[in-house]
């Protein structure tokens, strides 16, 4: 078997992030190497699991270095909404994430995208996903103002080995209080958050269920994909939907979702 010039420089890469895995700037190294092979115009690496917000190991500078508020929304909340969280909570797993195989069929009409995805993310994101022990999910994310090709998402899926390897690898080197803490039993989960910002705002009582529904619409779910998940009939979603929002006196999602955002600001 012949090795190719791309094989060559593809390989001694990877031996010299080897190398890099217990340095400051392994995140930027590793981001560099793949820009070479495929172009995106941001990246964040991030630790999901379900009792706590998710942990920022790393991400792409802003352009005039400051706080990106848009991003410090999706900490505080937001990612409840997101689809690659929505995804490593329901069927988690190590590989590869495609937006096109992880949103919902309304997620462009949600307010999660047109308030953030299409202003921060922009186009599209592919995400890698290391499933580690417990519910925890180390992930790397790219997202592109430009949606990624198929010759793209080919590349990615074929180097996804490495990648992966590297970010189980450097996992260890990872200085982060919520690493070394057990993990935690109460169910800080979605649902408590929801239930707390509406409780706090309008002080109504939702059901279990009617959270449930309140969650998934806001995610993009349409009545049909809400139904199959929680395994009820479509007319019962219907039900739900009606009895939240006359206990929340609104009228639509755009008015829910407000809920929520006024309630992590506060």
């Given at each position: ?44 690496v ?6 706590q ?14 706080p ?11 990612y ?18 495609r937006?096109?195989?992880?949103a ?8 999660y ?39 793209q998402?080919?590349l ?32 800080g ?19 279990a269920?009617?959270l ?53 600001s506060?």
């Amino acid at each position: 078997m012949t090795l190719s010039l791309e094989d060559i420089a593809w390989h001694r890469s990877v031996g010299q992030m080897i190398d890099a895995l217990d340095r400051p700037n392994f995140w930027t190294q590793l981001v560099r190497l793949l820009d070479q092979y495929v172009a995106f115009d941001s990246w964040v690496v991030l630790l999901f699991s379900s009792d706590q917000r998710p942990q920022v190991f790393a991400e792409s500078p802003a352009e005039d270095g400051s706080p990106d508020q848009l991003f410090q929304d999706y900490l505080k909340g937001l990612y409840l909404f997101d689809p690659f969280y929505i995804a490593s909570r329901e069927q988690p797993h190590t590989g590869l994430y495609r937006l096109a195989e992880v949103a919902p069929e309304h997620f462009e009409l949600t307010e999660y995208y047109q308030r953030y995805f299409r202003l921060n993310v922009v186009a599209d994101e592919i995400q890698f996903n290391c499933q580690l022990d417990g519910d925890r999910t180390l992930c790397l994310s790219l997202g592109s103002r430009q949606r990624f090709s198929r010759e793209q998402i080919a590349l990615l899926s074929l180097i996804q080995p490495w990648v992966l390897g590297l970010l189980r690898q450097r996992l260890p080197y990872e200085i982060n209080e919520v690493l070394a803490a057990p993990q935690a039993t109460a169910h800080g989960d979605w649902r408590i958050q929801l239930e707390a910002s509406v409780q706090q705002l309008k002080g109504a009582q939702l059901t279990a269920r009617e959270l449930d529904v309140g969650r998934l619409m806001l995610s993009g779910c349409s009545s049909k994909e809400i139904a199959r998940k929680l395994e009820i009939s479509v007319e019962t979603v219907k039900v739900h939907k009606k009895h939240m929002y006359s206990k929340l006196g609104i009228k639509s999602q755009s008015e829910l979702f407000s809920i929520f955002l006024q309630a992590q600001s506060a």
